[in-house]
């Protein structure tokens, strides 16, 4: 594996891009190769199976483009297909965002009592509640399903009365029924969308709550996994490439505020899995 290779980071659709902001600012030196499987999204509310399989035909298809790391920014994949991905792509790294977002919830929480808002997949799959708990055996975990945020992140609904109040839908239940000493101090956005909504949720939740982001903390990560592995590139101008399965103006459209930079339609290469 070559120094020069491009990162691989794939997500099911546009959220992914909020790891790649992250990325690129850790890592500008680097040729980035993100894929959005824009056909198929969402992956939040599908049967654990059919995560896999498309995790699998992802991973194959960003191989394919001979990347040095493959970065699975995609919170549901990470959790149900991490392991499964890893088996078939067995020459590079490969780097979910549900580990690195538990190792610093752990760090952030004092108390042990930390809250996890994601997907319903997520959720269910239980791949934060076990992160946590293996580092920290203390550790108590509130695990919520949040699914309106993605609608709401995409919609750019991201400040205001419709955010805050789908917020107090979902967080409430979970810092209002407890005893001031037993409220989660820590709240992990496990999911790739829900950094778009911090705001909103940071309002409901209250200045006093430690919210953690796993996109900074993956791509930390990611950089040190490089330097590990001797590949961190060190010179050269960093590049992006940006890779859908359908869709490629809504890609750009949505895809830009993500990214926090406008992408162009024609930026958008399609390809099918
Ligand atoms: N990217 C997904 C995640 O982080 C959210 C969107 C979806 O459900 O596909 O879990």
Request: hydrophobic residues 45%; proline residues 5%; aromatic residues 4%.
């Amino acid at each position: 594996m070559t120094v020069g290779a491009p990162i691989g980071v794939f997500d099911s659709g546009v959220g992914g891009l909020t790891v790649l902001k992250a990325l690129v600012a850790q890592l500008p030196r680097e040729r980035f190769v993100y894929l959005g499987d824009t056909a198929r999204l969402p992956y939040g509310t599908k049967s654990p199976e059919t995560v896999v399989r498309y995790a699998l035909q992802a991973a194959d298809a960003l191989a394919g483009y001979g990347v040095k790391c493959l970065v699975l920014a995609c919170n549901t994949a990470s959790a149900v297909g991490l392991t499964a991905v890893s088996e078939r792509i067995r020459d590079v790294p490969v780097i979910g965002v549900v580990e690195p977002g538990a190792q610093a919830a752990c760090l952030a929480s004092r108390s042990g009592h930390i809250a996890v808002i994601a997907t319903e997949g997520t959720v269910r799959g239980g791949a934060y509640q076990d992160a946590i708990v293996r580092r920290r055996s203390d550790a108590r975990v509130s695990a919520v399903p949040a699914p309106l945020f993605v609608a709401l992140a995409e919609e750019g609904l991201c400040h205001g009365p419709i955010a805050e109040s789908v917020a107090r839908h979902y967080l409430e239940p979970v810092f209002d029924s407890h005893a001031d000493a037993s409220r989660p101090d820590t709240l992990v956005l496990g999911c790739t969308h829900f950094p778009m909504l911090a705001d909103a949720i940071r309002i409901v939740a209250g200045p006093q709550v430690r919210i953690v982001d796993s996109a900074e903390t993956t791509a930390r990560c990611v950089r040190l996994t490089l330097e590990a592995e001797n590949l961190l590139s060190e010179g050269g101008e960093g590049s992006l490439r940006l890779l859908a399965t359908d869709a490629a103006d809504r890609f750009a459209r949505i895809g830009g505020r993500f990214l926090e930079r406008p992408i162009r339609p024609h930026e958008v290469e399609l390809i099918d899995l």
